[in-house]
């Protein structure tokens, strides 16, 4: 199987739009770990010391547009595409997944991400791929979203597509659009 891992700021756990909870609910190899900057899960630090898992992050050609507004607090989407990168992206789909265990999303706000990633040495030396996706973001439950971002459902969704793991993407997918009927979201 491929193990999702989503690394989430407490904040995001409580909030409604919060579309890691649907991928956690759908995808039974997801595991959620509330990320904590002075004692770091000792399950996740053991998985990620395998080498055998990726980190989902932007495009490091990403416009600077983009970079800015995520600077300036802005809250585009849940998915760790707004922090820097250390070493050289890589495109999820081209990836040869069959070498990874599975991907550590950050699921939190830009300005979050970008926190926990720069707080978390040990997220730097991990694989680094992105999202390449021609598709618009339908997630439109918060506000000043960046062209090209994608909340953690989509991101997760495409993986799994990517991985052949189909139903559940398309699951996720479906329980995200539910999501965004709902009279509450």
Known sequence: MFEIILLTHSRELMRPSNTGKLVAEVYCDCLVVEWQRKEPDQNLLARLQTGKYALV?????????????????????EVSRSIQPITESVAASSVSWQEFAGV?????????????????????????????????????????????????????????????????????????????QAPNA
Do not use: F
Request: aromatic share 6%.
């Open 104 to 180: 550590v999303i950050i699921d939190s706000t830009w300005q979050e991400a970008r926190k926990i990633y720069n707080k978390s040495p040990y997220l730097h030396s991990l694989a680094h791929v992105y999202i390449a996706s021609e598709t618009e973001s339908s997630y439109q439950l918060r506000r000043n979203q960046v062209d090209g971002g994608l909340c953690t459902a989509e991101c997760a969704a495409h993986l799994l597509a990517i991985v052949g793991q189909q139903q559940s993407s398309d699951n996720i997918l479906a329980k995200l659009a539910k999501m965004q």
């Open 57 to 77: 992050y932007k495009d490091d050609r990403a416009s600077s547009s983009e970079e800015h507004s995520a600077e300036n607090g802005a809250e585009p989407s």
